[in-house]
């Protein structure tokens, strides 16, 4: 981790204690298969890559110790003394407000990883085959889903951290104002004026060192929400999945057709261009995007009956390789419901791309 060596204190605002909450990871995972050691061993041996945990800043924000100096005994040098108080007050909030940082992050990267553990386990044991339904399957699943209830903890808690942030930068701002304006007083000596021009400078070390720290959990938290938004999206595909026992929700066989399963017969898209015919953005849970689906093809059916379907699976270009998967499933699924419309297998293709504009996984479908 790097380091931010800059100088702080602090003016007389009471901090929020942050609760810290500790989940057992024995509870969370507990043996659900029974003898199913090979599902179970396929998922421990699954190493989450840096992609699929969530992107959170690294910097540890370590103020340096302020300069001390004598009380001269004039006016401006007991207002030395009073900025000096409130900048080492300060400077303890920082510390404690980076404390509270890296306590966050440390349980957001913990409980991801017991997230993926999760659903690394639901993907080993619906690779190997498992009944419609299965509830030992739902029961993981909701394991997931606590696990995405902690997520949605945490980022209150960046919130709220961010708040009380913002409210001390506003302190460190006011705080190098009234510093400033203390040069004008009459009746300093030299050396109120030196211990001034130090303690300007660690004011406005203070404010950068603040203000980025403000930033930092800023972007943390609009990470943190982008990953919840993702994760809750690839609950609903697993929960299809398990639904109907098949491996990522990869459709099941169609009586003379051959179905495509996640990662199997996805293409390139350098063939396909215009304006797609259908899109269906999963920003959310349960979108109802079948009716419009149905009259799309229902409509280019009509124009051209013998037309050929390009679905394309469209995830995030900063995304991870959850979205890259969220994504997939979403078009393996529209695959499976043209084909329940009465399109032939043969006359879809499957690819897949990413896209700077998109914010969550989407569908697109071309004509030709």
Do not use: W
């Amino acid at each position: 981790m790097k380091k931010i060596a800059l100088q702080l204190s602090l003016s007389a605002f009471a901090m929020i204690a942050l609760n810290a909450c500790t989940y057992s990871s024995d509870a969370l995972f507990p043996s659900l298969f029974g003898s199913d050691t090979q599902e179970e061993y396929a998922a421990d041996s699954k190493n989450s890559s840096e992609n699929d945990l969530p992107q959170l800043g690294t910097t540890n924000f370590q103020p340096l110790d302020i300069a001390q100096g004598s009380n001269t005994g004039t006016f401006v040098g007991q207002k030395v003394v009073s900025f000096r108080t409130d900048l080492t007050q300060l400077q303890a909030s920082i510390r404690k407000h980076n404390e509270d940082l890296q306590k966050i992050r440390a349980s957001v990267i913990n409980n991801a990883l017991q997230y993926h553990k999760v659903i690394g386990m639901i993907e080993a044991k619906l690779q190997v085959g498992t009944t419609p339904g299965n509830p030992q399957m739902y029961t993981m699943l909701q394991n997931a889903q606590n696990n995405i209830q902690v997520m949605n903890s945490n980022t209150i808690a960046l919130n709220q951290l961010s708040q009380r942030v913002a409210s001390d930068a506003a302190m460190t701002s006011f705080l190098a104002d009234s510093i400033k304006a203390t040069y004008g007083v009459s009746g300093a000596v030299d050396e109120d004026h030196r211990q001034l021009r130090i303690l300007e400078n660690e004011s406005n070390q203070t404010s950068i060192l603040i203000n980025s720290l403000l930033q930092e959990i800023n972007n943390d938290i609009s990470r943190q929400q982008q990953y919840i938004e993702t994760a809750k999206n690839y609950i609903v595909d697993l929960n299809s999945a398990i639904k109907s026992g098949s491996f990522m929700g990869a459709p099941l066989p169609v009586a003379g057709t051959q179905a495509r399963g996640l990662g199997q017969s996805y293409s390139g898209t350098h063939n396909i261009s215009g304006k797609p015919l259908f899109v269906a953005k999963f920003n959310r849970q349960d979108v109802k995007y079948q009716d419009g689906l149905r009259q799309a093809v229902k409509r280019a059916l009509a124009t051209k009956p013998g037309v050929f379907f390009d679905v394309v699976a469209v995830s995030p270009a900063n995304g991870s390789a959850l979205s890259s998967s969220s994504a997939r499933n979403n078009a393996n699924n529209v695959f499976q419901e043209m084909i329940e419309m009465g399109v032939g297998a043969d006359k879809i293709s499957l690819s897949a791309k990413t896209s700077d504009s998109a914010n969550a996984s989407e569908v697109h479908v071309y004509v030709r």
